[in-house]
């Protein structure tokens, strides 16, 4: 089961903390958010498909995701934790 820590929330900025094990999108679902998205591995591996594109994320590794870009988690490994950094727009 995925936990999501909530570290710091504004109007207009969002950091999560997520521990991840093994949780995956579900089929054809894929993210559009509002929001642009920084995300940083602390820890694990996980496989990010963007657009079409399968993205491995290890540990220090990052990407950033501009509001609308279509994204899913393809892989999290047992032992994942990342960082999320949500920038709403105004």
Same mark, same amino acid.
């Given at each position: 089961? /995925?936990?999501?820590?909530?570290?710091? #929330?504004?109007?207009?900025? *969002?950091?999560? *903390?997520?521990?991840?094990?093994? /949780?995956?999108?579900?089929?054809?679902?894929?993210?559009?958010?509002? /929001?642009?998205?920084?995300?940083?591995? #602390?820890?694990?591996?996980?496989?990010? /498909?963007?657009?079409? #594109?399968?993205?491995?994320?290890?540990?220090?590794?990052?990407?950033?995701? #501009? *509001?609308?870009?279509?994204?899913?988690?393809?892989?999290?490994?047992?032992?994942?934790?990342?960082?999320?950094?949500? *920038?709403?727009?105004?």
């Amino acid at each position: 089961m /995925e936990k999501v820590i909530i570290l710091f #929330e504004s109007l207009d900025v *969002r950091v999560e *903390r997520i521990y991840s094990n093994g /949780e995956i999108s579900a089929p054809g679902f894929y993210y559009n958010q509002e /929001e642009d998205e920084f995300v940083k591995i #602390e820890k694990g591996k996980a496989i990010i /498909e963007v657009e079409g #594109e399968e993205i491995l994320l290890t540990k220090g590794g990052e990407i950033f995701l #501009e *509001r609308h870009t279509k994204h899913r988690i393809n892989y999290t490994s047992d032992d994942c934790v990342w960082y999320c950094i949500f *920038r709403k727009h105004q």
